[in-house]
């Protein structure tokens, strides 16, 4: 992993990376994989074909992935929206 790290430019990033990046760094990364074997195993269970559970496997996690961030999106502006009412009503 530093090996890539140290490969990338450091002009090509607007900021700049750790020595040594923290443990908690690979917590995404583990849930990612999680995600991924979760997905293809019920997929298998499923389907009983590996084909279709791989491509089901890879193909959930990255709708998954812009699901979560239009989520996300309208969450915020749930939230900020009713941030400004209060404030009004205060």
Request: hydrophobic share 55%; no cysteine.
């Amino acid at each position: 992993m530093t090996a890539i790290l140290n490969a990338i430019p450091s002009t090509a990033l607007p900021f700049d990376l750790p020595a040594r990046l923290p443990i908690r760094a690979f917590k995404p990364v583990t849930y990612g994989l999680m995600h991924l074997v979760v997905a293809i195993s019920v997929a298998f269970a499923l389907t009983g074909s590996w084909t279709a559970a791989l491509a089901i496997g890879l193909i959930e996690p990255a709708v998954q992935t812009v699901a979560y961030t239009l989520h996300e999106r309208a969450w915020n502006r749930t939230v900020s929206s009713s941030a400004g009412a209060i404030a009004t009503v205060r």
